[in-house]
Structures are given as C-alpha cells and as structure tokens.
C-alpha cells in the first residue's frame, strides 16, 4: 500500500493535469453548451471510462516490464523524464487555449453515443497512456508491495480527481467559458504554472534512486 504523503503529491500532479484544457475537457464543454448537462454528465462518465481502460492497460503493462526486463524501470523513468519535459514545454509554448474554442452547435446524440463517443475520446488518445507510464513510475515502489496493487491505487485517486473536477466543469460550463474567455491572463498562469510542475516532477523522478 503506497503511504499517505505519497497519494497526496500524486493527487496534486492529477489534479494540476486535469485542470489543464485538452481534449477531454473541450469534448465536455462542447456537449454541456450544446445539449445541455446531462448529455455533459453521460459524456463524462464515458470519458472516465476511458480513464479506466488506460489504467487497467498500463498497470498491467508496468507490473509484466518490470518483473520480466532488467533494468525496465530505469529505462521507464528515463523516457518518462523526457516525456514530462516535454509536456512543460508544450505548455508554455502553446499560445491558445483550445477550451475557447468549444463546439456550441455539435447536433444532438442519443445517450448510448454519448457515451461512446466521450469513450472512444479518451481511449483513442495515446497521450494518455504515455502519461500514465511516465507519471505512475516515479510514484510506485516494490517495496510498498504488488506493483498492480499500487498502479490501481493511484489510478483510483486519478480517476476520482478527475471526476469530480470535470463533472463541476460540465455543470458549470457556460458560466466557466465565459469566465475563462474574459479574463486571458489566467491561461497564461495556467500554462506556467503546470509547466512548472512537470518540470518538478521530472527533477523529482531523475533523483529518484532505482529499484
């Protein structure tokens, strides 16, 4: 079981990367604006479905490389090191803010494609899953016990930020647009500032020791 201290500082990194506009979020927006908040919600919990998916995928993947390959954590935070710095990068470098520009005309959907296309949003992202490898190494460790065990907890905590975050955006949507739209100053603190912590998280992950 990972220890408090350490769910805590994953849950400020969840909850930084998900108050960052992509694709998930400008898909929500789009829908809460476009045919109100319950479609928002059905989309929702198709995206966390999506979230889901990843996890089960990459926890599963982490505990086969690193009990099958030498040296596969080393060679897991090396890439998640470089993967981190340059999601920083493309913060800082990225002049818009793609939530400005969400789909207010999207036509109305039944509530299974809804929630199928909220899915197919997450799970045909392959940001994701390179997220996931790069982020949930630094935090787990075998001597905490079962690496699954561990890459579960952390999704959990992932998945439950995330929910809870996007599912105040969507019943907050237009209010939230309007909002973000006038005051543009925010996006560019918002870009520094998470650029500023995958950076930390990178430092951290380059001075954590091997296992």
Request: glycine share 6%; net charge positive; hydrophobic share 55%.
């Amino acid at each position: 079981m990972l220890p408090t201290d350490t769910l805590l500082l994953f849950a400020l990194a969840a909850l930084i990367m998900v108050m960052s506009p992509g694709p998930n979020m400008v898909y929500l927006i789009s829908r809460s604006l476009s045919q109100g908040k319950e479609a928002g919600v059905i989309s929702l919990f198709g995206v966390i479905c999506g979230f889901l998916f990843h996890i089960v995928m990459v926890s599963f993947g982490l505990t086969a490389i690193f009990f099958a390959i030498p040296y596969a954590y080393l060679t897991v935070k090396v890439l998640g090191i470089g993967y981190l710095l340059f999601l920083a990068y493309k913060a800082v470098k990225s002049g818009k803010n793609d939530l400005f520009s969400a789909d207010r005309t999207l036509k109305n959907d039944s509530k299974i494609r809804l929630f199928h296309v909220g899915f197919l949003t997450n799970v045909l992202n392959p940001k994701m899953a390179v997220f996931y490898l790069s982020l949930f190494p630094q935090f787990i460790k075998p001597e905490y016990g079962s690496v699954l065990t561990q890459s579960f907890q952390l999704g959990v905590v992932q998945v439950l930020i995330s929910f809870s975050v996007n599912f105040l955006i969507v019943i907050f949507a237009a209010r939230m647009s309007v909002w973000f739209s006038r005051n543009p100053s925010w996006a560019k603190f918002q870009r520094w500032f998470m650029a500023s912590v995958l950076t930390g998280l990178a430092v951290k992950m380059a001075f954590t020791k091997a296992r």
